[in-house]
């Protein structure tokens, strides 16, 4: 038997989109957030991609305290299920909210009990202010500028590059 799921986690839920938002902001503010705002997209009113989640954290570095904002997004998952005698996949926000929940959960308890920092753990979710190629500054993430301009990296730290290991 694996260990890792084969099938959509949480396909089952019957726990309304809407729940699970609000048990994300209760989990965050217990975790000791300082602000959360979902915000609803162009996207995300046409159904195509899931609300979009950012919050702020406090964190300790290098003993002084700092506000890191944090953004997450999860996948729109789309599920097979039957609709007026035949089988239709459709979007479920209710399994992908459910997803970005337990996701988040596990990488706050690994903050909470040692595992990693809030930085390690949600290091390419932090959001950063950098011009774009216009030089239009925009709101984007690490994780993103990591992705889409690795080359932005040389500019702060001019050693960087990514090595890929062979096999």
């Known amino acids: 038997m694996g ?12 726990i309304p989109a809407s729940a699970t938002m609000q048990h994300i902001a209760e989990m965050l503010k217990e975790f000791g957030a300082s602000a959360l705002r979902w915000t609803e997209t162009a996207d995300s009113m046409r159904g ?3 609300p979009l ?8 570095w290098n003993g002084v305290q700092h506000k890191i904002g944090i953004r997450l997004q999860a996948p729109l998952l789309a599920m097979k299920r039957r609709q007026n005698g035949r089988t239709v996949t459709a979007p479920n926000l209710n399994v992908s909210l459910r997803l970005l929940y337990w996701y988040l959960k596990a990488r706050l308890e690994a903050t909470r009990f040692g595992l990693e920092d809030v930085m390690e753990s949600l290091m390419s979710k932090v959001i950063v202010s950098l011009p774009d190629a216009l030089g239009v500054t925009r709101s984007t993430t690490l994780g993103q500028v990591f992705r889409e301009r690795p080359q932005a990296f040389t500019q702060i730290l001019p050693s960087f590059e990514i090595r890929m290991l062979e096999a």
């Open 3 to 14: 260990h890792l799921a084969k099938e959509i986690p949480y396909r089952d839920t019957r």
């Open 48 to 50: 195509v991609t899931c």
């Open 53 to 60: 989640l950012e919050f702020i954290l406090d964190y300790e």
